[in-house]
């Protein structure tokens, strides 16, 4: 086994995109044997779309059930995968995203949040069987989520491509998604959700970095500390997104020549991460960047980051950003 | 700089150490923080720090200081006081 596959084996395993399916043949399904659950801001139009007995995300599910359709966020389809896999049934399940960024519907991983603490589990077996694309669900994000949405999708892509478990055909994956969302919009339009189901099916066959190290280690002292905030996963992946790039690039001569290897505009994606970047909102958490460094630095996706991050990188991260 | 010191402050570094408890007879075994992901970041930081990158099977078979030094010393890195 190599030093490649032996790392992957604990933290990553191949992830290919579960089949797509149309809204149409999710229609066609025996609804004596299908249920959906649905999160709360898609419900009513859940219940217009599909004719399924539909029940609050987490309700137990009959023994009938044969096939579940979830349609929601990534803790919704997270959840609908544990149900899922393991209730010790056979249930198919189909994911439909309400938003991008994710990938909760396109990854073998499962994330949990145990009063504040990130569980990881990641197991084949939480693929899910099938996804699906509604496009009108795009409409319903609020603008400032969906901005947000595109940095995660960018999180996953870019650090995909850069980790050094990452290898040539990855990187090929991965760059063609990149310029695919460079022709993309950071607002709402509903190509987003293939590109980041796509970014994050490749993610999960290398790993991500130090912008996921971050927004795993500080997401819920943040939210103790500014409670009024809304951080959330993706909010955090946008807004580190910059500063870790720039600090990335500053450190290694290997960052540029990457992208240049695989014809990717270093100035574009510069300026992407840039835009979803908000100087006023990081200065206000460098504090809680700096009390919670160690955890940072221990987190499993810092440790896969593309360059080495040393304890005195903090320096740089306490820096104001202009 | 001599690589030695280098290699300290790399190890260090990697592993998150308390200065005090490194030495250059060190294995994984007394070190909490020694894992799969961790040699991930040690071959990075090798790479970064003495200009080689190395192998999958070089850095599996990393069990402690030592073996960093032998690698790189078969590769021409020389560890001199």
């Known amino acids: ?322 | 700089m001599t690589n030695l010191e280098k290699l300290r402050e790399l190890v260090i570094d990697v592993f998150l150490l308390d200065p005090a408890e490194f030495r250059f007879d060190l294995t994984r075994e007394e070190v909490d923080t020694w894992d799969s992901l961790a040699l991930v970041s040690l071959a990075v930081g090798i790479k970064s720090t003495f200009g080689y990158h190395p192998t999958p099977a070089e850095a599996m078979s990393i069990h402690s200081v030592r073996d960093v030094i032998r690698i790189l010393s078969e590769k021409g890195v020389r560890f001199e006081e």
């Open chain 1, 1 to 322: 086994m190599s030093f490649e596959s032996s790392a992957r084996k604990v933290f990553v395993l191949k992830s290919e995109l579960p089949p797509l399916w149309t809204l149409q043949e999710l229609g066609s399904l025996d609804p004596e044997t299908t249920w959906v659950w649905a999160g709360p801001t898609v419900a009513a139009r859940v219940s217009a779309q599909f004719r399924y007995a539909q029940t609050t995300p987490g309700d137990p599910l009959p023994d009938r059930v044969a096939t579940l359709i979830v349609v929601g966020g990534g803790t919704i389809i997270d959840q609908a995968k544990l149900r899922a896999r393991d209730s010790g049934r056979s249930i198919r399940l189909i994911a439909i995203p309400s938003i991008w960024g994710s990938g909760a519907e396109a990854s073998p991983i499962v994330v949990l949040d145990h009063e504040g603490a990130k569980d990881i589990r990641i197991h084949s077996k939480y693929l899910p069987d099938g996804r699906a694309i509604w496009p009108e669900l795009a409409a319903s994000i609020p603008p400032a989520r969906a901005r947000e949405a595109c940095g995660d999708c960018w999180a996953h892509a870019l650090e995909g491509f850069l980790s050094p478990l990452a290898g040539d055909d990855l990187r090929q994956e991965l760059s063609d998604v990149m310029r695919s969302m460079l022709a993309l919009p950071l607002a709402n339009d509903p190509r987003w959700f293939e590109v980041g189901a796509r970014a994050c099916a490749g993610q999960a066959r290398s790993s991500v970095g130090l912008v996921h190290g971050l927004a795993h280690a500080l997401e819920s002292p943040l939210r103790a500390a500014q409670p009024s905030a809304g951080w959330h996963h993706a909010k955090l992946c946008s807004l580190f997104l910059y500063p870790v790039m720039q600090w990335n690039r500053t450190i290694s001569d290997s960052w540029s020549q990457k992208l240049a290897d695989y014809q990717l505009d270093e100035a574009a994606i510069m300026a992407v991460a840039r835009e979803l970047f908000n100087p006023q909102t990081y200065n206000g958490i460098v504090p809680i960047l700096a009390e919670h460094w160690r955890s940072v630095l221990l987190n499993p996706c810092t440790r896969t980051n593309s360059t080495l991050v040393r304890p005195s990188a903090l320096d740089y991260f306490r820096q104001t950003f202009p």
